[in-house]
């Protein structure tokens, strides 16, 4: 808790409003004694509550009725509003509804947010995105869906170019014969490894790798391409052990409980993506060591990553989100498949992240009523717009 307020006091020295997001439902009884992230932390930081309702999943009268019911007096007193998410088709027929709500919970009902088609991050491995299979545009790029992946988005910026498809396979068949191999981050690196090698996966990516199909490893994925995965304290996998990597960089990962994560630019050094500049980040536990040629400098010249001829590996998060590395690996792949990129021109991710945030945030202002939102912060509508 004193590291949650930090963190909360010192965004409130830089920004006016600040925006809580809870994590599932606000009356889990069973729970309330140690929540940090719903009522718990609305009480420490004094803060006014939305509900929220997912209407797509439906019976979102008795959510939204059933969870008012189930907070104390106090946490009720907290809550200036409800709102439904995710409506599909004419509000108008919800207005009853709506209106026997806002009677039964004493509280208003301030918007109805529709279902938007909006492209953004999504927060766990249930994305639809990882449902693709099958690839339309020249270059396919198979992504293995591990059991424990993580970071997924770093590709979506991949799936914007005009002339990649990005798929996520979870076996041999699936796989197929691919123009690159992404082995992506994952929350637990050896169990992942294991499945990797029992589902037959590995031997598929290792004769690509022999026939000089591109593979790419990210985080936990660089760290499997390796030759040795050692975890002394079972920090890792929950027992001590060492396993073989897929040899195929030189380099050997130590896994330890302490967790490194640094923000990060640089510029790639490994051909042929030779000058690609890089801002992302790491997140990871284990130190590798590295017997080959880096992937790329950071800005305090520290060298990081490995290449071996067809084979790239990075602990770098968000490594295509500048533009410039895609740019570099769609030219790559091009020319292997004799492929003009010319008419291809890369998206910028900061860009198109912005502009789907614009298209949310523009969706919910203009369902909500956001006299009573500000109201509710004890402030005026700067906009003065209302739903």
Not at 239 to 257: D, V
Not at 305 to 325: K, P
């Amino acid at each position: 808790i004193p590291d949650i307020l930090r963190a909360y006091n010192s965004l409130a020295e830089d920004f006016d409003v600040i925006v809580i997001e809870g994590a599932g439902s606000p009356a889990e009884i069973n729970l309330k004694a140690d929540d940090i992230v719903n009522m718990g932390l609305a009480k420490l930081v004094d803060a006014p509550v939305l509900l929220v309702g997912d209407i797509d999943r439906g019976g979102v009268f008795a959510q939204l009725f059933g969870t008012v019911e189930l907070l104390e007096t106090d946490e009720r007193d907290r809550i200036k509003g409800l709102v439904i998410n995710k409506f599909r088709g004419d509000v108008e027929i919800l207005r009853p509804g709506l209106s026997m709500l806002e009677d039964k919970t004493h509280l208003p009902v301030l918007g109805v947010v529709p279902y938007l088609r909006v492209d953004i991050e999504d927060e766990d491995s249930l994305s639809e995105r990882l449902e693709k299979k099958d690839a339309v545009r020249p270059l396919d790029i198979a992504v293995i869906r591990l059991p424990h992946i993580s970071n997924f988005t770093d590709f979506m910026v991949l799936e914007q170019h005009p002339l990649m498809d990005v798929r996520y396979v979870q076996n041999t068949r699936e796989l197929g014969a691919p123009d690159l191999v992404i082995l992506p981050g994952t929350k637990n690196t050896v169990e992942d490894l294991l499945w990797l090698r029992q589902s037959g996966l590995e031997a598929v990516i290792l004769k690509l790798a022999a026939k000089e199909t591109p593979v790419l490893g990210v985080c936990g994925g660089y760290q499997m391409l390796g030759e040795t995965l050692h975890d002394p304290d079972g920090s890792e996998s929950g027992r001590p052990q060492t396993l073989r990597g897929l040899n195929l960089l030189p380099t050997e990962t130590t896994f330890c409980a302490e967790k490194h994560r640094a923000q990060v630019t640089g510029e790639v050094i490994a051909a042929p993506f030779t000058g690609a500049m890089l801002t992302g980040y790491e997140i990871h536990t284990g130190n590798t060591i590295v017997r080959g040629e880096p992937f790329c400098t950071h800005a305090d010249g520290t060298k990081e990553g490995c290449t071996n001829q067809n084979v790239f590996g990075t602990y770098l998060h968000g490594l295509f989100d500048s533009g410039e590395l895609t740019e570099k690996l769609a030219e790559y792949l091009c020319a292997r498949k004799g492929i003009d990129p010319a008419a291809a021109v890369p998206v910028s991710m900061e860009e198109y992240r912005r502009e789907q945030l614009d298209i949310l945030a523009d969706g919910v202002r203009n369902s909500l009523d956001m006299n009573a939102v500000y109201r509710a912060m004890g402030m005026e509508n700067p906009r003065g717009c209302q739903a």
